[in-house]
Nanobody, 117 residues
Framework: QVQLVESGGDLVQPGGSLRLSCTSSPTRFSFYTFAWYRQAPGNERELVAE???????NYGDSVKGRFTITKDNAENTIHLQMNSVKPKDTAVYYCNAKLGPFHSASWGQGTQVTVSS
């Protein structure tokens, strides 16, 4: 199992920026697809951004152009750069890791992001 730990969640004003981090064990780090999901009260968990083992990225429509997902192979860390945040971005953000179609996904415990004045 992959152990994932999210950090960086905070209270931020609309229009501000945050950088979330997800640290993982180094074993086969480069083989995984990583993703950020989020879940707000009353809503289903939704995909925010993902990055494949080859570096291909995919973003949810609501964050495209504002958020960027990156990998730091040396630090075994996934980042989510959140710019121009909006109140609707308020949610618990979860890190996800998946090795392939025949493997179950691993999840972190989540980090709270609150966008408010």
């Amino acid at each position: 199992q992959v152990q994932l730990v999210e950090s960086g969640g905070d209270l931020v004003q609309p229009g501000g920026s945050l950088r979330l981090s997800c640290t993982s064990s180094p074993t086969r780090f480069s083989f995984y697809t990583f993703a950020w999901y989020r879940q707000a009260p009353g809503n289903e968990r939704e995909l925010v951004a993902e990055i494949s083992a080859t570096g291909k990225t995919n973003y949810g429509d609501s964050v495209k152009g504002r958020f960027t997902i990156t990998k730091d192979n040396a630090e075994n860390t996934i980042h989510l750069q959140m710019n121009s945040v909006k109140p609707k971005d308020t949610a618990v953000y979860y890190c996800n890791a998946k090795l392939g179609p025949f493997h179950s996904a691993s999840w972190g415990q989540g980090t709270q992001v609150t966008v408010s004045s």
